[in-house]
């Protein structure tokens, strides 16, 4: 291995990140109706994420650092640039204002939590439980 693959990395030696959350694709406007009746048991949540934004990315990856709950919540993954119709539902449904990136928690039937950009905090879950 050449000095610079050493410093630098190679191209070859990417590492592959594996998350940490058992993350349920949220790909179907009929999910958010299981994902509501769900909600009376458990409490879920939906990460909203842009797929073009480096911010959104960043975020992502602080909370799936973070996160802890594997048993006690549900999580959702929207990429809301391929589901943008599902992510407009879902500011509709649980009358909270569309951001990107953004953490929406759900407890019976309503959204009791949300936070966006540098707000999202995977402990701030852990309030709601």
Avoid at 71 to 89: G, K, P, Q
Avoid at 107 to 129: F, N, Q, R, T
Wanted: proline content about 2%; overall charge negative.
């Amino acid at each position: 291995m050449s000095l610079f693959n050493s410093l630098f990395g190679s191209s070859e030696e990417k590492k592959e990140s594996v998350s940490k959350v058992n993350w349920i694709p949220l790909q179907l406007m009929g999910q958010l109706d299981e994902l509501t009746a769900l909600s009376n048991e458990k409490p879920v949540f939906i990460f909203k994420h842009s797929t073009r934004c480096s911010i959104s990315r960043f975020a992502l990856k602080q909370f799936e650092n973070e996160f802890d709950l594997h048993d006690v919540m549900d999580a959702y993954f929207l990429d809301l640039i391929t589901y943008r119709e599902t992510s407009n539902e879902i500011a509709t449904r649980f009358g909270v204002q569309h951001q990107s990136p953004q953490l929406i928690l759900i407890k019976e039937g309503k959204a009791i939590y949300d936070a966006s950009h540098s707000d999202i905090e995977a402990s701030v879950l852990k309030e709601y439980v």
